[in-house]
C-alpha cells in the first residue's frame, strides 16, 4: 500500500542505484549549455569576458550539481518526479539560451539578466521542492532544506542587481567590475551555503550512482570538445578536406582522448571504490561534496576552456588562403587551449591526493612541461601549437599510468570483479522472473 503511495508521490533510492534515463536526459541539457559558454567566450576573447562566463558556468554547475543530489536521494523516472524534472529541464534550457545576455540588459526583447535570473530560481526552487518534499516528516531535514531555498533567492536578486543597476550608476570600467561583484557574491552565497552546512546536503545513498553521474557529465564536457573541434560559428561547408584538417582533427581527438584516459581509466574507479569505503554518512557526505561537487568543477573548466582553445581551429585549417600549418594562435586561444589542460591536469591531480592518497607526481610534471611550451608555442603554426600539446599531454598521462601500474591493476580488478558479480545477480534475478 505504502508502495504504491511512493510510485504516485516520490520514491526513495536504494544503495545500488545507478543513473536514470532523465538524468541523461538532463545532461543533454548541459551539452548545449557548455557550447554556449564556449560560443559566448569565443565571441568575447578578453580576460574579462572569460571571467565573466566562468562566473556562468558556476553557476550551471551548481544547478547540475542540485540535480545530481536529487537522482542520488530518490528515483527520478518514478511518480511525480518526472513531471518536476521536465519543468527543471525546461528552465535549464532558458537559462542555457539566456546565458549570452544575462551580464547586460539590451535594448529591445526581454531583459536578459531578469530571464536568467528567473530560470536560476526556477531550477533550484524545483530542486528544492523534492528535497523539502521528502523531508516533510523529518523537522532536522526539512530545516536543512529550507536553508538552501534562502541562499538561492538571495543568488537570484544578486544576479538581477547586476544586470539592472550598475549601467544606471556607473560607466566604463566601473560598470563592468560593479557586475562581475555581484556575479561573484551570487556565486559565494550558493557554495559558501554549501560549505556552511557541513555536508548536510550531499547525502549519499548510492556511491554508484554518485560516481557514475559526474563521470557522465565530464564525458558531456569531453563531447563538447569535440564538437567545438569539428564546428565554429564562421564554418562553411565548402570549404575543402585538406591534410592539414585532417591532422588538426587527429591531434584535437589525441588530447580528448588523453584527457579520458587520465580520469576514467584509474582515477574514476578508484573514487568511487574510496566512497563505497567510506561507511560513515557525515564523512562519506563530506567527501561527495569536496571530491566531487566542489573539485569537479575545474575539472569541467579545464574541458571548456580547451574546446574554446580549438574552436574554428579547423575551418581556420581549411581555408585555402591559410598557410599549410596554420597561422600562429592569438594569445587568447593559446592560453586557452594550453590553460584548459593544465587546469584539467591540475584537479586530477587533487583529486587523487584526496580520494586515494597519490601524489601523481608525473602529471604534475606534465603541467610544468606545458607552462614551458607556452611562449614556444606562441610563436609557431596552430597545428604544431595543437601537435605539442597532444605530445605533451600524451606523455605525462603514459607515464602516470607506468608510475601507477601497481595500483592501477588493483583498483580495475577491483572494478572488474564488482562488474561481473552484479552482471552474475543480474542473470539470476532474470532468469527467476523473466
Known amino acids: 500500500m505504502g508502495e504504491d503511495r511512493g510510485t504516485r508521490g516520490v520514491r526513495r533510492s536504494a544503495p545500488g542505484s545507478r543513473a536514470t534515463p532523465l538524468e541523461l536526459f538532463y545532461d543533454l541539457v548541459f551539452v548545449f549549455a557548455f557550447l554556449h559558454v564556449t560560443t559566448a567566450t569565443a565571441g568575447n576573447p578578453t580576460i574579462s569576458g572569460l571571467v565573466q562566463y566562468l562566473v556562468l558556468l558556476a553557476l550551471l554547475w551548481w544547478c547540475w550539481s542540485g540535480f545530481a543530489v536529487l537522482g542520488n536521494l530518490i528515483r527520478t523516472d518514478q511518480g511525480i518526479v518526472p513531471a518536476v524534472g521536465f519543468v527543471t529541464i525546461a528552465a535549464a534550457f532558458v537559462l542555457a539560451l539566456s546565458l549570452p545576455k544575462a551580464f547586460v540588459d539590451r535594448p529591445g526583447g526581454l531583459s536578459g539578466p531578469l530571464v536568467f535570473a528567473t530560470c536560476y530560481f526556477l531550477v533550484r526552487v524545483s530542486e528544492s521542492v523534492i528535497f523539502l518534499w521528502l523531508g516533510r516528516r523529518n523537522r532536522d531535514v526539512r530545516r536543512r532544506w529550507q536553508l538552501l531555498v534562502v541562499p538561492a533567492l538571495v543568488a537570484t536578486t544578486l544576479i538581477v542587481v547586476a544586470g539592472q543597476l550598475p549601467q544606471r550608476f556607473f560607466d566604463g570600467t566601473a560598470e563592468s567590475v ?63 578536406l585538406t591534410w592539414p584538417v585532417l591532422f588538426a582533427a587527429v591531434l584535437g581527438i589525441a ?8 580520469y576514467f581509466d584509474t582515477l574514476a574507479l578508484g573514487m568511487e571504490q574510496t566512497l563505497h569505503r567510506t561507511r560513515d554518512p557525515g564523512a562519506r557526505a563530506i567527501l561527495a561534496r569536496n571530491a566531487y561537487s ?23 585549417g581549411a581555408d585555402p588562403g591559410t598557410p599549410s600549418w596554420g597561422v600562429p594562435l592569438p594569445s587568447f586561444d593559446l592560453l586557452a587551449l594550453y590553460g584548459g589542460v593544465g587546469l584539467y591536469l591540475l584537479a586530477l591531480i587533487v583529486l587523487g ?8 607526481w608525473p602529471t604534475i610534471g606534465g ?50 570483479e564488482e562488474q561481473l558479480a ?9 532468469g527467476q522472473h523473466l
Open 178 to 240: 560593479a557586475r562581475l561583484l555581484c556575479w561573484v557574491a551570487a556565486i559565494g552565497v550558493e557554495y559558501g551555503a554549501g560549505l556552511a552546512l557541513k555536508g548536510a546536503g550531499w547525502t549519499v545513498l548510492s556511491a554508484g550512482h554518485w560516481a557514475e553521474r559526474h563521470g557522465q557529465i565530464v564525458l558531456v564536457a569531453l563531447g563538447e570538445a569535440i564538437i567545438a573541434l569539428g564546428f565554429s560559428p564562421g564554418e562553411i561547408p565548402g570549404l575543402p
Open 255 to 262: 588530447v580528448a582522448a588523453a584527457m579520458w584516459w587520465a
Open 294 to 316: 566542489y573539485l569537479h568543477l575545474p575539472v569541467i573548466a579545464g574541458v571548456i576552456l580547451f574546446a574554446l582553445g580549438l574552436k574554428g581551429l579547423i575551418h581556420e
Open 353 to 360: 591526493r584526496k580520494m586515494l592518497g597519490a601524489p601523481r
Open 367 to 416: 603541467i610544468l612541461l606545458l607552462v614551458a611550451l607556452v611562449p614556444v608555442a606562441g610563436a609557431l603554426p596552430e597545428l604544431v601549437a595543437l601537435g605539442m600539446l597532444a605530445l605533451a599531454t600524451a606523455l605525462a598521462v603514459a607515464a602516470q599510468t607506468v608510475v601507477d601500474s601497481r595500483r592501477r591493476s588493483g583498483v580495475r580488478q577491483t572494478a572488474f
Open 422 to 430: 552484479a552482471e552474475e545477480e543480474h542473470t539470476r534475478w532474470r
